[in-house]
């Protein structure tokens, strides 16, 4: 019934269309066919060639220059959508420019976001906000060496135009590593929407705590990893939770002492480490601790623990199934709740920087617990996707996306540069898309995402560059035309232009876009001029800057 309606509206909003268009008059909408420019999409890779810098595409017309996506797959049918990615360089030169990125599946740029914040960027995905789909991302500086782990800084909301908006959190009463100028204090590692438009985040905060219990100082140090739910319009702080106040610091796996810190004021010891959140429902949230291999359900009410998930022991759970063991695991998401189960999904580290190399493969895992917790029930194990033939062990960050909308599944390596699209096979074992955007040890993505999304950019134009060709003769020379839009994803063509000046253009036919830079070779009086521009589903013309040879 619903999707009748929908089907109504957008024949109606098309026919409205058509009448705008075709009352405009016969030079903007006219049967006749338009001559074909040829074109297709600009494709140049530098390979730096050194076994550290990646492979990037260059452009004309843009300045961007994302990573050359190196693509394999089987062919099968992949969920829609697009790729997110924030490859970062770790400090070791293997990243030719940081942004928050969109591919498509061929691996063509489809938009890069600016971005302010001396690490780059987390986290980019498509979420609800206000009711509409947006883009969201982290921005800002991450701890570093034996501070390492987490990050100060801000979320950027873009909307289906690119209009950005922020939340910073700089009122909250946090201690920071870097006590000045953090540009906000949440964290880099969740920024969750609910249902009901507020965020929910993590944030660090150092707090003093007597750490002899686990053989540290007394008057030691905790990154103390907290959660915040804040009310998107308001900025109002609607629940905050505390580790400390809630579990044991012996109950941690990570020791005192390791390459994450030593609990003294400037190398805290981050006990807890929570990575995801997520609303439950109104009442309940799901939280997941790295450090202490668990995943937690929390009242939204008083942050009381309801259960718990101990990827060792089980828990509250009894007993793992064969392969349903976690640790070190990122991106816990709950899915399909009912009053008797749930479903937890996780990417499964299974790996941190000082584990046995010998560990089990890092894997895509999703168990079905039985509710309300009972040790003669145990979780049963729905699906331990790993790698075949390519044990890979990532010693932290990561996604797993368990359910897209055709029953695929989307994995981010995290610490290594790779993600891929699996398909929902018995065994769930079946690579159909993977790719590669870095050298392993060089660059990391902290999560990867597969979204829809769909905008025309607002503040700016499509962009061309033209460039003479060799050909001239009778006053008349041959040019290439560029042309790109950065994150205009609604256009499949490009009208051109071309005149002796810039203000006498006319109209010489139609290139198809290819890419995310179209090249195409049209002919145009010495000293002339060259526009594109491109029609919107609703008509409206945007055009390019005027480029003259
Ligand atoms: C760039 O990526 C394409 C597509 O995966 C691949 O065929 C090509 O070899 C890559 N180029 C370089 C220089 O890595
Ligand atoms: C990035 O910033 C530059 C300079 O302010 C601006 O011209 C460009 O449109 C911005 N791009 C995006 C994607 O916001
Ligand atoms: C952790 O500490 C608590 C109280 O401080 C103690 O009762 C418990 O036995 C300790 N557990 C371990 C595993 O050491
Ligand atoms: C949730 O249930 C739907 C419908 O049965 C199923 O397609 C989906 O795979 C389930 N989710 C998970 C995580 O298994």
């Not at 019934?1 to 405009?24: D, G, H, K």
């Not at 005192?256 to 439950?280: E, P, R």
Request: hydrophobic share 35%.
């Amino acid at each position: 019934m619903a999707s009748r309606v929908y089907i109504a509206v957008i024949c109606l909003a098309s026919f409205l269309c058509f009448l705008t268009l075709y009352s405009r008059g016969p030079h903007l909408f006219n049967f006749q066919e338009e001559t074909a420019i040829p074109s297709s999409a600009y494709v140049r890779v530098i390979d730096p060639g050194d076994g550290k810098k990646w492979p990037y595409r260059v452009f004309k017309s843009s300045p961007l220059r994302p990573p050359n996506l190196t693509i394999t797959g089987n062919g099968n049918a992949l969920a829609n959508g697009y790729v997110f990615l924030t490859p970062k360089d770790r400090k070791r030169g293997g990243v030719e420019q940081h942004a928050p990125y969109i591919f498509d599946t061929d691996g063509e740029l489809v938009f890069a976001a600016n971005f302010s914040g001396e690490s780059g960027t987390t986290d980019f995905r498509v979420q609800e906000v206000d009711g509409t789909p947006h883009l969201t991302f982290w921005q800002g500086s991450s701890t570093h060496g034996s501070r390492a782990g987490h990050g100060y800084g801000e979320v950027v909301f873009l909307d289906e135009e690119y209009n950005e908006n922020k939340l910073s959190l700089r009122q909250l009463d946090i201690k920071t590593l870097k006590p000045t100028e953090v540009i906000g204090v949440v964290d880099l590692h969740e920024h969750q929407m609910t249902p009901w438009n507020s965020i929910l985040v993590t944030v660090f905060n150092n707090t003093p705590a007597d750490l002899s219990s686990v053989g540290g100082p007394q008057d030691g140090w905790v990154a103390n990893s907290m959660v915040f739910e804040i009310d998107v319009q308001t900025q109002e702080v609607l629940f905050s939770w505390s580790p400390l106040d809630h579990v044991l610091l012996n109950e941690s796996h990570l020791p005192v002492k390791s390459y994450m810190g030593d609990g003294t004021k400037n190398a805290l010891y981050d006990f807890f480490h929570v990575n995801s959140i997520q609303a439950v429902d109104e009442d309940r949230l799901l939280i997941n601790s790295r450090h202490m291999w668990t995943t937690y359900l929390l009242s939204r009410k008083d942050g009381h623990i309801i259960w718990r998930i101990d990827g060792e022991t089980g828990g509250d759970f009894g007993t793992l199934p064969e392969n349903g063991h976690f640790a070190w695991q990122h991106h816990a998401r709950a899915h399909n709740v009912t009053e008797t189960s749930m479903m937890i999904s996780w990417f499964n580290n299974h790996f941190y920087r000082n584990s046995n190399p010998t560990a089990p493969p890092t894997s895509g895992l999703v168990m079905e617990l039985s509710l309300p917790p009972d040790k003669t029930k145990p979780p049963r194990l729905v699906r331990n996707f790993v790698l075949p033939d390519e044990h890979l062990h990532s010693g932290s960050q990561g996604s797993h996306q368990a359910v897209l909308e055709n029953g695929n599944s989307f994995i981010g390596y995290g610490e290594l540069p790779v993600a891929l699209d699996y398909g929902p096979g018995a065994d769930g074992s079946e690579v159909r898309w993977k790719a590669r955007f870095g050298h392993d040890g060089y660059v990391h993505s902290f999560r990867a995402f597969k979204h829809t999304w769909q905008a025309t950019p607002k503040t700016w134009n499509p962009s061309l560059l033209v460039e003479l060709d060799e050909y001239s003769s009778d006053g008349i020379v041959g040019v290439h035309g560029y042309a790109s839009w950065n994150g205009a994803t609604e256009i499949s063509k490009w009208n051109v232009y071309t005149g002796s000046n810039k203000d006498d253009l006319h109209k010489m036919g139609l290139a198809m876009k290819y890419g995310f830079e179209t090249r195409f070779e049209i002919d145009v009086v010495s000293d002339g001029c060259v526009q594109v521009g491109t029609v919107l589903p609703c008509g409206k013309e945007r055009r390019s800057n005027v480029a003259c040879i």
